[in-house]
């Protein structure tokens, strides 16, 4: 059986993937590191690995001579461009956190190297391993639009999960994270290049940070909510009622690790999930809008958005033969045959796991490209392409131009 090593044993790398093993087998962890102890401890119990095989960082890992034959790499955003670069020298395997990096340079040369070396590498874009995505792939290689004119697509972030994720959390900040449309939308810059099946040749894009700023911030409030703020019982984001309430699932299990009320109200006082949604240090947008257009001819019109109540993603496909409407919670997909006038409707089976059975599919598929049994319907190369895409829309943001994208890499390189 393939050995693997995880690096970062947070909500990603612990709580995510691995728990595909616990169920389905296939793969032995060995090896682990992260910063947070309880986090090693909890792994190390879970998947039985030795103590000289827990390591305190990613660097002491992969510092050794090469420990098993893959590695997860889900730290943070910014430091998955020096582990994937040791991971692929020493020899492993690697499953990559998205995005690939920050910095469109990095992500270019983790590309080459991979190349270089050989590396099976996977990027967590795991929207391609649900069932609503495959489906909606097969309707369309299949050609059941016809030719695809257009696409119109909506990523939800929903109010509470702008609130928590970028307000908040890890990814409020771009110089330690890195951009909204990085981030959180190279999912949809993927999927929706991947079920186009063109690259893009032109972009543009528009955007800000509207709302949760301090410009919005209600008189005299203070910059922690603990803080007795005159406001709370107006604000949906008061952290009473958000994080010290008796469910401590996703996302209050993302503040700390001890999750007794008195556990809690420190880890608010102590990390920026206390903050005030105004008075926070967050500076990636709370909305953003790209326009593409295909080098097949396809345009889209694509939103980010933390206005919206539901977390979800929507779309409409636009083709000469028909017309597809679907919503990725709903697991609906509804397709409009023009000449029938006749309407359909496809049954997805519902996912229980994370990101709509995603999470588990990517790592049955890693586990079948570990051992040949699968192609890699994913290649770092489509994946690098997604992120090519949100940093030419946050230059086009910044700029309010519109990028040739062939033009905008050859600048980069
Ligand atoms: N594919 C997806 O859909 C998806 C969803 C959410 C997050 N992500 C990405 O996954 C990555 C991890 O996110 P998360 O939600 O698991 O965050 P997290 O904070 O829960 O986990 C990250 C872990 O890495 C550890 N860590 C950080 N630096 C380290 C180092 N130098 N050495 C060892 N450990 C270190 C931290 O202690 C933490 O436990 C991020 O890059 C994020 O953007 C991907």
Known sequence: MKTCAVVGAGLRGQFAYPPYVKEYGGLKFVAVADLIPGRIESFKKEYNISDDMCFETAEELLQQPKLADAIIIATMDQDHYQEAISAIKLGYDILLEKPISPSLKECLEIERLAKEYNTKIIVCHVLRYTPFYKKLKELLDNKILGQIINVEAMENVGHWHQAHSFVRGNWRNEATSSPMILQKCCHDLDIYTWLINSEAEYLSSFGDLAYFNESNAPKDSPKCCLDNCPNR???????????????????TNAIGTDMSIEGRTKSLRET????????????????????IKYKNGVTMVFTMTAFTEDCNRTLRIMGTKGEIKADMNKNYIEFIDFLEGRKEV????????GHGGGDFGIMHDFIGLLNDEMKNTNPITGSVHSHILAFAADESRNTNKTINIDEFVKKNI
């Open 346 to 353: 496809f049954e997805i089976e519902k996912q229980s796991k």
């Open 272 to 291: 920026s999930y206390g903050n005030c949604v105004f008075h926070s240090d967050n500076t990636v947008v709370d909305h953003q809008t790209i326009n």
């Open 233 to 251: 019982n107006n604000c949906r984001y008061d952290v009473y009622k958000t994080y010290l309430t008796d469910d401590i699932g996703w996302p």
